[in-house]
């Protein structure tokens, strides 16, 4: 839920244009402090020793189908909606895979302990994303 409240802050804040796209509910008022919300909760859930692989069906689906929607917003504004909605879901199903995978053996390189690598993870695509959308990433 990260991408989509970075991508959702973007369009409150006038960074991406999706004024009058079906995409334009991303920048109402309201929106991103839901996804802002629902992006913490599931930092948060993502500690937790019981939360299901990524790659399980159910969550790995959620990923790319926000990653699409984010996809989408970001193509939207060079009138590339599907090159954007494609782009978002290849660009998720490589940080879903990669991200487990470097995650995985950072673990092991630093004996076991993953806290520490997933806090780094969540700031990378934090950054990453505010990088992405504030326009230094679209070029």
Same mark, same amino acid.
């Given at each position: 839920?990260?991408?989509?409240? *970075? +991508?959702?802050? $973007?369009?409150?804040?006038?960074? /991406?244009?999706?004024?009058?796209?079906? !995409?334009?509910?991303?920048? @109402? &008022?309201?929106?991103?402090?839901?996804l802002?919300?629902?992006?913490?909760?599931?930092?948060?859930?993502?500690?937790?020793?019981?939360?299901?692989?990524?790659?399980?069906?159910?969550?790995?689906?959620?990923? *790319? +189908?926000?990653? $699409?929607?984010?996809?989408?917003? /970001?193509?939207?504004?060079?009138?590339? !909606?599907?090159?954007?909605? @494609? &782009?978002?879901?290849?660009?998720?199903?490589?940080?879903?895979?990669?991200?487990?995978?470097?995650?995985?053996?950072?673990?092991?390189?630093?004996?076991?302990?993953?806290?520490?690598?997933?806090?780094v993870?969540?700031?990378?695509a934090?950054?990453?994303?505010?990088?992405?959308?504030?326009?230094?990433?679209?070029?």
């Open positions: 839920m990260t991408a989509p409240a *970075v +991508v959702s802050w $973007a369009a409150r804040l006038g960074w /991406l244009h999706l004024e009058n796209t079906w !995409l334009a509910f991303l920048g @109402a &008022a309201v929106t991103p402090y839901i802002t919300v629902l992006a913490i909760g599931e930092l948060i859930n993502d500690k937790l020793p019981k939360t299901p692989s990524r790659k399980e069906p159910a969550p790995f689906a959620v990923r *790319v +189908v926000m990653g $699409a929607l984010c996809g989408a917003a /970001l193509g939207a504004q060079s009138q590339s !909606l599907i090159a954007g909605l @494609a &782009a978002g879901a290849l660009g998720a199903v490589t940080g879903t895979l990669g991200g487990y995978e470097a995650r995985s053996r950072l673990v092991k390189a630093i004996g076991g302990k993953d806290f520490p690598i997933a806090l993870e969540d700031a990378i934090v950054f990453g994303g505010l990088w992405i959308v504030s326009g230094h990433g679209l070029s």
